[in-house]
């Protein structure tokens, strides 16, 4: 990269700065997901190395005005590891995932305080620009860290219903606003039943959309569409989820 780099190098890797690079890092994220959800492990190692790409990329430039080095990051990431698992490193206890999730907090909090960092609200830390689904899981699980919570997750589905029940109210009679609002309502509901059941949401839709695409590409390529009926198009999605059973 440095020689890409270089005066006598890549004119378009000369010409790219933080902002520039930063839709290729989302972009080889989503790419190495895609490859972990087909368990396509050769292209996962050729996506992991894309992505590690955009580190050394970003790196690079940070290096070239004297900020830091990709060594830099390294190091903070090992101590970071090391400072956080004292039930590894230390003599501390963490018998469970919960307790290591508990600690890592913690810990995290403890550092920010030493470095005089002026204390935040708790949901501060989860970043604006995250994907809804993953900002909705955050946060929830943050509060009910506070024991702010559903005790389980019957109670979850009765929010649920009434949740639909709201909806329903402003289809009846509500405004774009207000039905807005609701169906928000009711997805964020979703994301604390997954938490509950311990899935994750962000992935579990990922999953649908790829089945989605793979049913309706049957029904695309066994009926004429636009022009076939509504009852054809069932009978061939019905044909498509049976061969995927």
């Not at 396509?40 to 830091?68: I, R, T, Y």
């Not at 230390?90 to 907090?105: C, E, I, L, P, Y």
């Not at 289809?171 to 928000?184: H, I, K």
Request: hydrophobic content about 40%.
């Amino acid at each position: 990269m440095a020689r890409l780099r270089a005066p006598d190098g890549c004119p378009w890797d000369r010409e790219q700065s933080f902002d520039t690079i930063k839709p290729y890092l989302l972009e080889e994220t989503y790419e190495v997901l895609e490859a972990i959800d087909n368990r396509d492990w050769p292209g996962l190692a050729d996506e992991l190395g894309d992505l590690m790409l955009q580190a050394v990329f970003f790196a690079q430039m940070a290096s070239e005005e004297n900020k830091f080095r990709i060594d830099d990051s390294l190091d903070a990431i090992t101590e970071k590891l090391i400072r956080r698992h004292p039930h590894v490193f230390a003599s501390g206890v963490a018998k469970t995932a919960d307790d290591v999730k508990r600690r890592w907090d913690e810990i995290k909090a403890d550092e920010k305080k030493d470095k005089g960092e002026p204390k935040r609200g708790l949901l501060e830390s989860v970043p604006r620009h995250l994907p809804a689904l993953v900002e909705a899981q955050q946060i929830s699980s943050k509060a009910a860290a506070t024991g702010f919570d559903w005790q389980n997750a019957d109670q979850v589905l009765e929010k649920l219903d009434e949740e639909l029940r709201e909806l329903a109210h402003a289809r009846a009679s509500g405004t774009q606003p207000e039905l807005e609002g609701e169906l928000g309502d009711l997805l964020f509901v979703l994301v604390n039943l997954a938490r509950f059941l311990k899935v994750d949401p962000e992935q579990a839709l990922r999953k649908t959309n790829a089945k989605f695409r793979k049913r309706f590409g049957y029904v695309e390529q066994h009926a004429k569409l636009p022009g076939a009926s509504i009852e054809e198009m069932e009978a061939l999605w019905q044909e498509a989820k049976v061969n995927d059973d």
